[in-house]
């Protein structure tokens, strides 16, 4: 049994959920903002979302997690049966993660929530991405997907960070990301009409509102 701890706005939450549609793998969802309570870090050592408790424990780190299912069910592989084809995927997600999501989510309460950011952390994410984007255009295919000819869970990765990053990206410092790698733009729109992915879209818009209710909140104590 599988027990998805997250919220269906959170972007790293959402790699999992396509993870598990493409696999065909079952788990219960249980509705949690990251938070520090005592009861949820027993359960998650960070407090952040997603986590995931199965018969043998808690597993965190959505690269991790996606490893893990992906070994679960022949049904979609997320990587390749290749120890170096796979290895590659496993850098090009990493890439991905380290010098794309990580530097545009320094920005992303004033992209999103509208909380200013710092002009010198603006100025450091806007180089950040500038130089994670050109990285990735070098390593990457776009053949179509982010590895080459096949879906991969780099494409996961590509398809949940991105997005965030070249809104930031374009509505911070007026600058077009997809610009700095061809074909990327291409892939994020054949990614995002997958019928999985389309439905969790859908329910990240619904979890929307409540999310910026519980936001607003928390900036106002904070
Ligand atoms: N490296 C983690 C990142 C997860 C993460 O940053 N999740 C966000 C929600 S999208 C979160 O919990 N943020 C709250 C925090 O950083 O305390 C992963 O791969 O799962």
């Not at 120890?83 to 990580?102: D, G, P, T």
């Amino acid at each position: 049994m599988l027990t998805l701890y997250g919220f269906d706005v959170s972007n790293y939450h959402n790699m999992l959920k396509l993870g598990f549609a493409l696999k065909g793998v079952e788990y219960t969802q249980v509705d949690t903002y990251p938070n520090q309570t005592k009861e949820y870090l027993q359960i998650c050592p960070t407090g952040k979302v997603p986590a995931l408790k199965t018969d043998h424990g808690v597993l965190i780190e959505t690269n991790v997690i996606l490893e893990y299912i992906d070994a679960m069910s022949e049904k979609n592989p997320l990587y390749p049966k290749d120890s170096f084809e796979s290895a590659r995927v496993k850098e090009l997600v990493k890439m991905i993660e380290l010098y794309i999501e990580l530097p545009a989510r320094r920005c992303h309460t004033e992209a999103f929530w509208g909380v200013p950011v710092h002009e010198n952390t603006k100025k450091e994410v806007k180089r950040a991405l500038f130089n994670g984007m050109q990285s990735l255009s070098r390593a990457a295919s776009f053949k179509p997907y982010v590895a080459g000819d096949t879906f991969s869970a780099a494409d996961i990765f590509f398809l949940y960070s991105v997005d965030l990053a070249s809104s930031v990206a374009k509505k911070l410092f007026d600058v077009d990301l997809f610009e700095h790698a061809p074909g990327s733009k291409e892939l994020m729109k054949r990614l995002n009409e997958m019928p999985e992915v389309i439905a969790i879209s859908e329910a990240r818009k619904a979890a929307t509102p409540a999310f910026h209710a519980y936001l607003k909140e928390a900036f106002k104590s904070s």
